[in-house]
Nanobody, 116 residues
Framework: VQLQAFGGGLVQAGGSLRLSCAAS????????MGWYRQAPGKQRELVAG???????NYADSVKGRFTISRDNSKNTVYLQMNSLKPEDTAVYYC???????????WGQGTQVTVSS
């Protein structure tokens, strides 16, 4: 599975960005897709996830500000990020996993930088 992420960049605090990630080359049905992030010196953490039927989960730190969505026909997941804060600065990674084995797949990461 190849995951290609787009949409990172530099934005001022309070601004918005939209990330997208397309999955291709999968030999299995893509179910769960999600976004993780890793800030310098910190562990990678879950930001948001979504299943094929639209069930979502979010990190407490982004609830009410970020929205995850997906287009199943395109195997694409989106992350709309509003009211961005400097602490949201990180490399954001797209993620999916095999529905049976649980083996995870990661995208290449996209940098999000929020200036104060």
């Amino acid at each position: 599975v190849q995951l290609q992420a787009f949409g990172g960049g530099l934005v001022q605090a309070g601004g918005s960005l939209r990330l997208s990630c397309a999955a291709s080359g999968s030999r299995f049905s893509i179910n769960y897709m999600g976004w993780y992030r890793q800030a310098p010196g910190k562990q990678r953490e879950l930001v948001a996830g979504i299943t094929t039927v639209g069930s979502t989960n979010y990190a407490d730190s982004v609830k009410g500000r970020f929205t995850i969505s997906r287009d199943n026909s395109k195997n694409t997941v989106y992350l709309q990020m509003n009211s961005l804060k400097p602490e949201d600065t990180a490399v954001y990674y797209c993620y999916t996993r095999h529905p049976i084995t649980g083996l995870g797949y990661w995208g290449q990461g996209t940098q999000v930088t929020v200036s104060s």
